[in-house]
T-cell receptor
Framework: GAVVSQHPSWVICKSGTSVKIECRSL??????MFWYRQFPKQSLMLMAT?????????EQGVEKDKFLINHASLTLSTLTVTSAHPEDSSFYIC????????????FGEGSRLTVL | GENVEQHPSTLSVQEGDSAVIKCTYS??????FPWYKQELGKRPQLIID?????GEKKDQRIAVTLNKTAKHFSLHITETQPEDSAVYFC?????????????FGTGTRLKVLA
């Protein structure tokens, strides 16, 4: 299957700093990428849908200015958590589909963010 | 928007028994329904999927059924093995504003007892 790579796999930062997470589709072009947040023992909560060359579409309740998403190319999307606080600590995972909404979603390895 | 409910939240079965996980969705426009298995600390992996024009699909010990009228779909695992222990998520792909969103259920923690 297709490969999605996410980096870094884990990061620890101080409160108030910003953290950037990268998501790359290695062997296919991903017009659309999705960013999810997963709390321990909970489901994957969709944060935003990232479309190449356009602004991301955020889910209700997700702060656009806090979670900056950029999808500059067909193989790279980035999530920047700005001015991180301890409550932003979570597992962030990206995914991409090679199809038009009816194809398999391929997930990155996920990034565990801990904000001190 | 789409809402996906999943039951049960936890499920324990004896090795060799069957396990059934059920999901319901709200958006009648949803047309693709994948199931993912997630082991602790790892990324979700697709185990089976079904499209809206099909009522049932089987892959060895795993099967999925879809009832579009009732808006529910189910995962069936037969002859369960300890390595089937994991968290399983259902999802529905729903078209919205020119693109698609994949909404996940709340997950089922399956434990297969040896």
């Amino acid at each position: 299957g297709a490969v999605v790579s996410q980096h870094p796999s884990w990061v620890i930062c101080k409160s108030g700093t910003s953290v950037k997470i990268e998501c790359r589709s290695l062997d296919f072009q991903a017009t659309t990428m999705f960013w999810y947040r997963q709390f321990p023992k909970q489901s994957l909560m969709l944060m935003a849908t990232s479309n190449e060359g356009s602004k991301a579409t955020y889910e209700q309740g997700v702060e656009k200015d806090k979670f900056l998403i950029n999808h500059a190319s067909l193989t790279l999307s980035t999530l920047t958590v700005t001015s991180a606080h301890p409550e932003d600590s979570s597992f962030y995972i990206c995914s991409a589909s090679s199809g038009a909404g009816t194809g398999e979603l391929f997930f990155g390895e996920g990034s565990r963010l801990t904000v001190l | 928007g789409e809402n996906v409910e999943q039951h049960p939240s936890t499920l324990s079965v004896q090795e060799g028994d069957s396990a059934v996980i059920k999901c319901t969705y709200s958006d009648s426009a949803s047309n693709y329904f994948p199931w993912y298995k997630q082991e602790l600390g790892k990324r979700p992996q697709l185990i089976i999927d079904i499209r809206s024009n099909v009522g049932e699909k089987k892959d060895q010990r795993i099967a999925v059924t879809l009832n579009k009228t009732a808006k529910h779909f189910s995962l069936h695992i037969t002859e369960t093995q300890p390595e089937d222990s994991a968290v399983y998520f259902c999802a529905a792909s729903s078209p919205t504003s020119g693109t698609y969103k994949y909404i996940f259920g709340t997950g089922t923690r399956l434990k297969v007892l040896a």
